[in-house]
């Protein structure tokens, strides 16, 4: 990783705030020129620490505002069977976000859909499409009462 300076760490919080500002706009803010504020965007996306720019949309007004994380417990923990497992559900678009876990259970994932008759078409997907799973939970959301795509910096 990079050493990051107060100015990367100021244009990384402008930009997570949002990715539209013109080049002349970050430069401005950070009281530099656009030349060498464009060299430090340059060099924070070649480091990876800037890996995409882009829109964040509302999942309600797009009808999708049933959020289910989902626990899986599985027996098989050969390099084939994950390997099938991390690429069939990376593939499923309902998935946001999927973990490898330390504890009870060895796998989470965070599932958007519409409503509970999706979630379950959702479900039967999964567990009919993948062997090896021993337990699948799933827990719903209520009210989501934090949400940000902003990282500490």
Not at 28 to 50: F, M, Q
Not at 73 to 97: A, D, G, I, R
Not at 106 to 118: P, S, T
Request: hydrophobic share 45%; charged share 25%.
């Amino acid at each position: 990783m990079p050493a990051l300076d107060q100015i990367d760490r100021t244009l990384l919080r402008l930009l997570q705030q949002d990715g539209t500002l013109a080049l002349a706009e970050l430069a401005e803010a950070v009281n530099l020129t656009t030349t060498p504020c464009w060299k430090r965007l340059k060099r924070l996306e070649e480091s990876g620490v800037l890996r995409k720019r882009v829109a964040l949309l509302d999942a309600s007004q797009l009808g999708l505002s049933f959020t289910a994380f989902v626990q899986i417990k599985t027996s098989n923990h050969s390099k084939e069977w994950y390997h099938k497992f991390v690429t069939t559900v990376s593939e499923f678009p309902e998935v946001m976000e999927f973990y490898r876990m330390a504890g009870e259970y060895d796998y989470m994932m965070k599932v958007l859909v519409a409503d509970m008759a999706a979630f379950d078409g959702f479900y039967k997907k999964l567990v009919n499409g993948i062997d090896g799973l021993t337990n699948v939970t799933s827990t719903f959301a209520m009210e989501p009462l934090k949400y940000t795509t902003a990282l500490p910096v």
